[in-house]
């Protein structure tokens, strides 16, 4: 995660989360348990990935931004990034 998001969610700061493999709406939904509210700052009211947020699972980007079916298996590691915009 970007320092950025850590900065809003201390509970996931300076360690890295395993949680069960799944879907990437499965990983959101484990990491949003250990910080509440997490997944209300990636995600739309529709539960689709916020446009300035992208996923990669290992070094392949999420292809599904709407329904987060991508899957992510036991050894890979799951990258949230927020592009920051603005003026």
């Known amino acids: 995660m970007t320092a950025h998001l850590l900065r809003f969610f201390p509970a996931l700061a300076d360690r890295e989360l395993t949680v069960p493999a ?15 509210g ?14 300035h947020v992208k996923l990669s699972v290992n070094d392949v980007l999420v292809i599904d931004r709407q329904t987060l079916s991508d899957q992510v298996a036991d050894d890979a590691t ?3 990034f927020q592009a920051l915009s603005g003026g």
């Open 22 to 36: 799944g879907s990437v709406a499965d990983v959101l939904r484990a990491v949003d348990e250990i910080a509440p």
């Open 38 to 51: 997490f997944c209300d700052y990636v995600l739309d009211e529709r539960g689709a990935l916020r446009r």
């Open 78 to 80: 799951l990258y949230i």
